[in-house]
């Protein structure tokens, strides 16, 4: 197990991350060596631990690959994730332990999607799609590889956390989504993640010319004064 700061990892997803702590870097090289690896990515619930115990850690966190690694010159490493599927581990056990105080070894128990076939899933799937292309617009950290990949997916889990990424959301609220195992219901939190983004960048914008319209008719008034007072 890794404990992440601020960050929620999701499943079908390919993150890069800066690791600097000594127990994670431990616990890396321990899932290339040791696990296949394998590594149970999950958020500490607050990020300013330096070393989080069992109960400062959240229970639902995702299984992942170690993609790449590359050792920088100040002693971090800039690891490459791959999500693969939710998991959930329980602190109290027996399978769990520290290894030699230096990492977490646990028992990760795979969680699965509640499927529900619905009439409103395929319309919340493409609202999610019209929504998140929309999203792209003022996103410039979004790509049309991504932009195609989300248009590509048809099954709302699969949209859901390959979205869920994207999306600035606290990491507490990302880790709601997570944690959410009934994918129409995490769909539509993704969606709502979406429309709020929107609205709150098309306020920003409305603010930003309000106010950009009042600087400019305050320094108009002012040359014209100044000009009153030369005449």
């Given at each position: 197990?890794?404990s992440?700061?601020?960050?929620?990892?999701?499943?079908r997803s390919?993150v890069p991350?800066?690791?600097g702590?000594?127990?994670?870097?431990?616990?890396?090289e321990?899932?290339?060596?040791e696990?296949?690896?394998l590594?149970?990515l999950?958020?500490?619930?607050?990020?300013?631990?330096e070393k989080?115990?069992?109960d400062?850690?959240?229970?639902v966190g995702?299984v992942s690959?170690?993609l790449?690694?590359l050792?920088?010159?100040?002693?971090?490493?800039?690891?490459?994730f791959?999500?693969?599927?939710r998991?959930?581990?329980?602190?109290?056990d027996?399978?769990?332990?520290?290894?030699?105080?230096?990492f977490?070894?646990v028992?990760?128990h795979?969680?699965s999607?509640?499927d529900?076939?619905?009439?409103e899933?395929?319309a919340?799937?493409?609202?999610?799609?019209?929504?998140f292309?929309?999203?792209?617009?003022?996103?410039?950290?979004?790509?049309?590889?991504?932009?195609?990949?989300?248009?590509?997916l048809?099954?709302p889990?699969?949209?859901a956390?390959s979205?869920?990424?994207?999306?600035?959301?606290?990491?507490?609220?990302?880790q709601e989504v997570l944690?959410?195992?009934?994918s129409?219901?995490?769909?539509?939190?993704v969606?709502?993640?979406?429309?709020?983004?929107?609205?709150?960048?098309h306020m920003?914008?409305r603010i930003?010319?309000?106010?950009?319209?009042?600087?400019?008719?305050n320094?108009?008034?002012?040359?014209?004064?100044?000009?009153?007072?030369?005449i």
């Open positions: 197990l890794m992440l700061r601020e960050v929620v990892m999701f499943p390919v991350l800066f690791v702590r000594d127990v994670s870097i431990r616990a890396i321990s899932a290339l060596a696990h296949n690896k590594i149970f999950v958020a500490q619930r607050e990020p300013d631990l989080p115990g069992r400062d850690l959240f229970t995702t690959r170690v790449q690694l050792k920088l010159p100040d002693g971090t490493i800039k690891v490459l791959e999500g693969l599927y998991a959930r581990w329980i602190p109290e027996e399978y769990s332990f520290d290894h030699g105080n230096e977490q070894l028992r990760a795979p969680i999607d509640i529900e076939d619905s009439p899933r395929a919340l799937v493409r609202a999610t799609q019209e929504a292309e929309e999203y792209a617009k003022i996103n410039k950290k979004v790509t049309p590889e991504h932009l195609a990949t989300i248009n590509s048809s099954d889990s699969r949209l956390d979205t869920m990424p994207h999306i600035k959301a606290d990491y507490r609220k990302k944690e959410e195992p009934n129409t219901v995490r769909l539509e939190k969606f709502e993640f979406l429309e709020s983004e929107i609205s709150i960048f920003e914008k930003k010319n309000r106010v950009k319209t009042q600087m400019e008719t320094q108009r008034e002012y040359y014209l004064n100044e000009q009153i007072k030369a």
